[in-house]
């Protein structure tokens, strides 16, 4: 999708949400297999992180604000059973919509 908006590194935005939405996003870590997750954190360069959670290999945020025109990066740091520490960021668009 092409939302007109160049972000500064480049990554194309995944998700798109007004700056007045407050939304729930998702990543699977099924490919672990067998480990589990013992932490997850997030992390955003603008938008408000309001809670998270994580069940079996799947983790939860759920964030609101950002600036109309930003993409904002949202980073999903997690921990796991058998020592592996692995990152995912996703990237928002935030629009009037």
């Known amino acids: 999708m092409d939302y007109g908006i160049a972000?500064?590194?480049?990554?194309?935005p995944s998700y798109e949400k007004d700056p007045?939405?407050?939304i729930d996003l998702?990543?699977?870590w099924h490919h672990l297999?067998?480990?589990a997750i013992l932490t997850s954190t997030w992390s955003s360069?603008?938008?408000?992180?309001?809670s998270n959670l994580f069940s079996g290999l799947v983790t939860t945020?759920?964030?609101?604000?950002?600036?109309?025109?930003?993409?904002?990066s949202l980073t999903n740091t997690i921990v796991t059973a058998v020592g592996r520490t692995l990152q995912?960021?996703?990237?928002?668009?935030v629009n009037e919509l």
């Open 45 to 50: 360069d603008g938008l408000t992180i309001d």
């Open 7 to 12: 972000s500064s590194d480049n990554r194309a």
């Open 61 to 72: 945020v759920f964030v609101s604000g950002g600036t109309a025109g930003a993409i904002n």
């Open 33 to 35: 297999g067998n480990d």
């Open 26 to 28: 998702s990543t699977s």
């Open 20 to 22: 007045s939405d407050v």
């Open 88 to 93: 995912r960021t996703l990237y928002i668009a």
